[in-house]
């Protein structure tokens, strides 16, 4: 049984980081980015496949996996062959541990895997963004690192980011003295504002921002617990500070209302604005009853809202998150939590971000893994594709620009990090 050059996947595997409490160093490779998202293709799919033979695991016949004693997993086929004729013994070609075939018992996490990528959900290909059909062959193409800006010093500590849809331009909301940077589409840094401070446009602890189409960037304030909004030149037009517990998310609509989350009410208000004459026209819930809600986006073509949910950890568990979709007229589409995706998925994914691609498709940050995912449209969530898969620390922002370029806050290393289609 030859081995076909692949390093076993517990090796891939254990140079990952431990989750969301302990995001470890930025990770810096000299592969580009083709390179390195093919290693982690591949890294994803022997999870799913028989680490002697290389075959995919079946429900069904040879490709059946078993467990042998000492805990690794072979197919049915590779099993038999192994032991030989007399299927007396065999030894484990990864760690020598002798046994029987007798000894050998079904791997019942790996057979309840298979059966939720049956072909009703598109099968292994589906699951692995491979192509094949559904939503997998219409996923977006691979993309490579274009721009990479800010760094400590520059950004301290940042919590959102934000494209403005007519200049191209980037405000990133931190830590800093000034707690807004505005970048140009080159990378330079054309503005700084929102002083740190108690004034009345001052900004405490900036969570998130946004940024309408008419260029008015605003910014949810954790420390007064109010919505801000300032100007395309760093002037305070506007704060509403009534009614909120924590706001935290906020995404601009293609009308230029804000869509915001407030985690501690466990709410989802719309706020409609004149944002040049600093007036507020209506503040209103439309959505209640959710957890801890923190990260939402809103489609620019349909309409749909999706929340990124924190809940709440049980036992000994660290929590998990939960990705909602709801259509325009805030109807439940899809929902799904950590749990639930790393059944269908091979590996745990803990949202801290989330925004819609020009195709209208659900695209998360994930901690455990370091990556960004793409779920699919709404109307086939949950899919599963990597778009990116290395060089990012701990990604909590997410953005798309005019020109549909991805934009990531990777506050890991105070960072933004632009990517195109290569």
């Given amino acids: 049984l030859a081995r076909r050059g692949r390093a076993p996947a517990s090796a891939a595997l254990s140079a990952r980081p431990a989750g969301p409490g302990d995001p470890g160093p930025p990770r810096v490779s000299g592969r580009s980015p083709q390179a390195g998202m093919a290693a982690e293709d591949e890294a994803e799919l022997s999870l799913l496949e028989c680490r002697v033979c290389f075959e995919p695991y079946g429900p069904d016949g040879q490709r059946r996996p078993l467990n042998l004693p000492c805990g690794h997993v072979l197919c049915r086929a590779c099993v038999g062959a192994l032991a030989g004729a007399e299927r007396q013994r065999l030894e484990c070609p990864f760690c020598r541990r002798l046994c029987g075939p007798a000894e050998t018992s079904e791997c019942r996490p790996l057979l309840q895997l298979l059966e939720l990528l049956g072909p009703a959900s598109g099968g292994l290909a589906s699951a692995l ?18 721009l990479c800006l800010g760094g400590w010093g520059s950004l301290v500590n940042p919590t959102g980011v934000a494209a403005c849809p007519g200049s191209g331009r980037l405000a990133v909301a931190h830590d800093g ?4 940077h505005v970048f140009g589409p080159s990378g330079f840094c054309l503005r700084r504002f929102g002083e740190r401070g108690d004034a009345n446009n001052n900004i405490k602890y900036a969570l998130d921002v946004t940024v309408t189409s008419d260029g008015h960037v605003v910014v949810t304030d954790g420390g007064d617990c109010s919505v801000k909004a300032f100007d395309s030149e760093g002037r305070g037009v506007l704060a509403v500070r009534e009614g909120f517990c924590l706001p935290w998310g906020l995404d601009a609509t293609a009308k230029s209302e804000v869509i915001l989350t407030d985690s501690e009410a466990g709410a989802l208000y719309r706020l409609a604005a004149d944002f040049q004459r600093g007036e507020l026209k209506k ?37 998990s998150t939960r990705v909602t979709i709801f259509s325009a007229e ?26 819609f691609d020009r195709e209208g ?49 990777d506050s890991g290393d105070h960072s933004v990090k632009v990517y195109s289609s290569t």
């Fill in 177 to 180: 003295k000034k707690r807004i």
């Fill in 330 to 355: 805030m109807d439940l589409i899809g929902q799904m939590d950590s749990f639930g995706l790393n059944l269908v998925f091979p590996s745990r994914i803990y949202a801290t971000a989330v925004a």
């Fill in 129 to 146: 963004g491979r192509s094949g059909g559904g939503a997998a062959a219409a996923a977006p193409a691979g993309l490579g690192l274009r």
């Fill in 361 to 409: 498709r659900v695209i998360v940050t994930d901690v455990c893994s370091q990556a960004v995912i793409c779920l699919g449209k709404p109307e086939q969530f949950p899919s599963f594709n990597p778009l990116i898969s290395h060089g990012l620390s701990y990604p909590v922002g997410l953005t798309y620009t005019a020109n549909n370029s991805l934009v990531v806050l």
């Fill in 283 to 319: 503040c209103q819930m439309i959505r209640s009853r959710l957890v801890s809600p923190r990260a939402v986006a809103v489609c620019q073509s349909s309409g749909a809202v999706v929340v990124v949910e924190h809940l709440k950890a049980r036992g000994a568990s660290k929590g």
